[in-house]
């Protein structure tokens, strides 16, 4: 059998459960990966980069696969979602996305733009994919960010992709309640990434990808809440973000 194979892949032997992960290449994504193969998932892992996503699947093991796909493009949002035509799939997590920084009107709007494809149309349209098929015991899982509960200066259409994504999988949550399908919004705080390493943030208020996804498993694990803020510093700062006054929050995020 060829282990690690561009999917569709050599099926035998059929493991029991199924998790499509996007973004899956690096950071966050990559961590999740990781960890769902070891709790004996078959990962099927998306992201661009093929000699990523090939090293990925040759170190969690055999029996695992990838699709190369830009979520961007109509094209790549279509290839992965025929996945769920094709395959049965039990968990989706949907963490692809970046972040465009700077004052909004000196950004080349392609970029923010580019970055609302990512982080908003691809992860509906592999939401509804799923969705539409996902049976009791399923789970979606839509990664957003603290920043959700913060409209940031310089990161204004970022924190806005974020807003949209909790808000979306709030209402999936309610939405599916009473079907057993379980949604989830994954709020981390700064996360020591590649594309986004923190450097110049205190090392306490900066978490690792291993965290946040080890805070993200529990949940999934207890399936009873539809959003968790991984850590204590970042629960503590959404808890604040929400109950100050919108002066007071906007003003103060302005000058961190
Ligand atoms: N790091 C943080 O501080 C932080 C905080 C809060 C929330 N988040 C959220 O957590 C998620 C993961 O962030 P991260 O920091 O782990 O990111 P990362 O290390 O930059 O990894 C991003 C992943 O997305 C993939 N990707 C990027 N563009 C893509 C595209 N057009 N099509 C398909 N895949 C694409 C990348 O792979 P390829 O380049 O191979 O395509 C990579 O696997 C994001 O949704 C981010 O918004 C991050």
């Known amino acids: 059998m060829t282990d690690h194979v561009p999917y569709p892949m050599d099926r035998s032997p059929q493991p ?3 998790a499509v992960v996007t973004g899956a290449s690096a950071g966050i994504g990559r961590e999740f990966a990781r960890r769902l193969a070891a709790t004996g998932y078959r990962v099927i892992a998306v992201a ?3 000699d990523r996503l090939r090293a990925l699947t040759d170190e969690i093991g055999p029996g695992h696969g990838y699709v190369t796909a830009d979520l961007t493009t109509a094209a790549g949002r279509q290839q992965v979602a025929d996945l769920f035509t094709r395959e049965r799939v039990h968990l989706l997590v949907n963490n692809a996305g970046i972040a465009v920084t700077g004052r909004f009107a000196t950004v080349p709007l392609e970029r923010t733009l580019e970055m609302m494809r990512l982080n908003c149309d691809a992860l509906v349209t592999l939401a509804h994919a799923f969705l539409a098929r996902a049976r009791p015991g399923d789970t979606l899982l839509n990664v957003s960010s603290t920043l959700a509960y913060a409209p940031t200066p310089e990161l204004g259409a970022y924190s806005a ?3 949209f994504v909790t808000s979306f999988s709030e209402a999936l949550w309610a939405e599916h309640i009473k079907s057993g ?5 994954l709020c981390p705080g700064m996360t020591a990434t590649e594309s986004q390493p923190h450097p110049d943030v205190p090392a306490a ?3 690792t990808p291993q965290q ?3 805070a993200a498993l529990q ?3 207890r399936r009873n809440r539809p959003t968790v803020v991984s850590g204590t510093g970042n629960k503590l700062f959404a808890v604040a973000a929400r109950a100050l006054p919108r002066r007071v929050l906007l003003t103060a995020l302005g000058h961190v």
């Open 161 to 163: 992709t974020k807003a």
């Open 219 to 221: 949940a999934l694990h």
């Open 16 to 18: 029991h459960r199924t």
């Open 48 to 50: 661009r980069h093929e």
């Open 181 to 185: 399908v379980h949604v989830l919004s």
């Open 212 to 214: 946040v996804v080890g």
């Open 205 to 207: 208020l900066v978490q």
